[in-house]
């Protein structure tokens, strides 16, 4: 039963426009989110989170939203550049059982066309 | 970028053998995770330690365990390889309960 999922396999955006993924959890216990960014034969790099007692978080180009009565959070990202075509992947965590056990989801390709 | 490092980077084995994969941080962070990375599954987590000697299973431990009894190093080892473990295994480390930080991988071929 996958408690995180990205429906999305791929997106492509246009160089400069923004970029949209998409996360859907079903677990009411997780309290925290996460993006990681994965280029090839690299391993994921943090780029944002969020706590469930917010709904925004900005960094930068980088803007995640949580909506928990919808279950879902976003990424967006403007204007998108070249360098952000990787594989997206969201993760969340239910910090109060004592470890850090991140789901993830299955990932999303992004690519930005110039 | 956190300091941590993974070795070997590639193998290959054959079923049956025994594999073990090593995890090394320099940031003395407390806890250290293994996930695994297979098409469509995203990262699913192996086991994590919250420190030293101190270990757990994750989503997908059978087949698997772990050591680690130093704060720099987290051993994962296979105890007898087989062709569902082929797979490209991640180590990461946290100091608290929010990101996670991830090494390099290793990619693992078993024949």
């Known amino acids: 039963d996958q408690q995180v999922k990205q429906n999305s396999p791929s997106l492509s955006v246009q160089e400069g426009r923004i970029s949209i993924l998409n996360c859907d959890y079903t677990n009411s216990m997780f309290d925290y989110f996460l993006w990681y960014k994965k280029y090839p034969a690299e391993g994921p790099t943090f780029l944002i989170s969020?706590?469930?007692?917010?709904d925004k978080n900005e960094d930068g180009r980088f803007t995640v939203f949580l909506n928990k009565s919808a279950k879902h959070l976003s990424l967006h990202i403007v204007p998108s550049q070249p360098g952000d075509s990787a594989v997206y992947f969201c993760a969340a965590s239910a910090r109060n059982q004592g470890a850090q056990k991140l789901v993830f989801g299955q990932g999303t390709r992004l690519t930005i066309n110039p | 970028d956190a300091g941590i490092t993974q070795s070997p980077r590639h193998k290959v084995t054959e079923t049956g053998t025994p594999v073990t994969l090593r995890c090394h941080q320099t940031e003395n962070h407390r806890y250290m995770y293994w996930y695994r990375q297979d098409p469509g599954h995203g990262l699913r987590l192996i086991h994590y330690s919250y420190g030293v000697k101190d270990t757990d299973k994750g989503e997908v431990s059978d087949g698997y365990s772990v050591s680690r009894s130093k704060t720099e190093d987290f051993l994962l080892t296979l105890e007898s390889a087989t062709s569902s473990q082929t797979s490209v295994y991640f180590c990461?480390?946290?100091?608290?309960?929010?990101?996670?930080?991830f090494g390099p991988g290793t990619r693992l071929t078993v024949l």
């Open positions: 990461a480390i946290s100091e608290n309960l929010n990101e996670q930080f």
């Open positions: 969020i706590s469930s007692i917010k």
